[in-house]
């Protein structure tokens, strides 16, 4: 916006208005407008940072601005930030705002006890933004706790270490053990308790207590993930170990070397969760009898079996058959297997993505690209060129995925037939078409009535047509979705066309923007434009934004 703009009080009252943000943009001297500001913060609260100094000491002005958005108090005046009624205000409105008042009011005992009493603040505890002496007084922290046990978190450090306070505060959240005081984290009935109801809190435990049989084993009991915050020595111990074994656990990634190497235990891992055998000795990996049970469990175990392994067809398809629909990655498979017919369509109809390392030669048959393209469209740009040259093949692909034309050779692309098929199945792929094509009526026609978009891509001669570009403007709503506004894709010519302006300014008055001169000027595409869209108006020729009875028939006029 121009200087004269800014300071133009009928505009920035409709620029406000529409965002209370736009108060930025204003001069000094409107910024220090009550009316202006009063509106502006009455739609945006946090606009209340661009008034003037004046106006952020003004009470009406700052409540309207809180009850708006809470976090407009930290840009009030000192003087607000310290007004009980303001500072009640805001926390009723969100009771984060206590952290941007005076330290005066977060001493104030109602003040605080609003915040804490007017949303719990699962996410924001309010006793965190209480003074240090609140945060020390035993029975105001009681209370506080008794409402939310996250509170605990904040309490002073004498009282984070109060064994009652700490039991109150795991019955209402059991994660406040991390925050408890080192003697607490060593007391056996303070974590028993924590354990009981979550397992992995055991990790916040001290060193003695991760070495208790009897503490660890009710951590794991609740969460056999609790496993890995045991103690070195009790993570060498094959029945915890066995204990903390379930589907879908890790308990190798945490054992001791000496259970990474006991096939006894190693088994039983990989029958509930065959990835685990990432974590067993490399002797286990290479086990055949291991890794089966490993690739039976989850084909995905492949991809942590010996190297040999990768290299054993009937295992490769083993692993394809699973159930979880294993993702191999055929780059680890060994050249050999990459090349195997058979291997590469179980591999590419899991995940047509994996044709980008299949051999050359594979990449150059048709059943196995298509195949994958069936899995993944836009496998087809892994495809060798001959096959994205296959007119037949590719002729096939277009009539069901026409978008699929980006990947064809440039000779298909050029392909007036071809080309015509994809446009048919879809608009959008009138975007890939050749240069010669895209300057093609016919083909723009196809596309453009249907997806108005494609305009942008046509040849200049065509963005020049007029009955083309209405006919991309009126496209007609479907599963393509462009209908809208055209005018930025369209000639100069046509832009300074009166009929083609005033339709799309209907559709959208941002079109303004892209209007020429002398039609930002005309009164009916103006008042069209700002009716439909009041951020049209700096679009607008001055003389007609100075018009009062203009700005009165769009609305934006102060009665």
Known sequence: ???????????????????????????????????????????????????????????????????????????????????????????????????????????????????????????????????????GDREFVREAVQVNGQNFEFASEALRADRELAMLALRRDTEMLKYAAAALLDDQEVVLMAVRRDGSLLQYASERLRADAAVVRQAVLNDRDAFQYASEKLRADVELAKLALRPGCEVLKYAAEAIRASKEVVLVAVQRNGEELEYASEALRNDPEVVKAAVRQSGRALRFAGRKWRGDKQLVLQSLRQSDRSRIELFELSERLRADREVVMAVVSNDGSQLEYASEALRSDVGIVRQAVNDWADALQYASESVRNNRDFVMELMRHNGQLLEYASEALRDDRELVMVAVKDDPRAFFQASERLRADRELAEMACGREGSALKVASEKLRGDKDLCMMALNAARGRHRNSGPVLQYVSESLRADREVVLENVRREGMMLQYASSALRADREIAITAVRENKRALPFVAEPLRKDPEFLRMVGVCRS
């Open 1 to 135: 916006m121009t200087d004269e703009q800014c300071n133009d009080k009928t505009l920035v009252m409709a620029a406000v208005l529409q965002s209370g943000n736009a108060l930025k943009y204003a001069s000094k001297a409107l910024k220090a407008d009550r009316e202006v500001v009063l509106t502006a913060v009455t739609g945006e609260g946090k606009a209340l940072q661009y008034a003037d100094e004046a106006l952020k000491n003004d009470q009406e002005v700052v409540i309207a601005a809180v009850n708006e958005n809470s976090e407009a108090l930290k840009y009030a005046s000192d003087a607000m930030r310290d007004d009980d009624e303001v500072v009640m205000q805001a926390i009723m409105a969100n009771n984060e705002a206590l952290q941007y008042a005076s330290e005066r009011c977060r001493g104030d005992r109602n003040l605080v006890r609003q915040a804490i009493y007017s949303d719990p603040g699962f996410f924001h505890p309010p006793l965190q933004d209480a003074t240090e002496e609140l945060r």
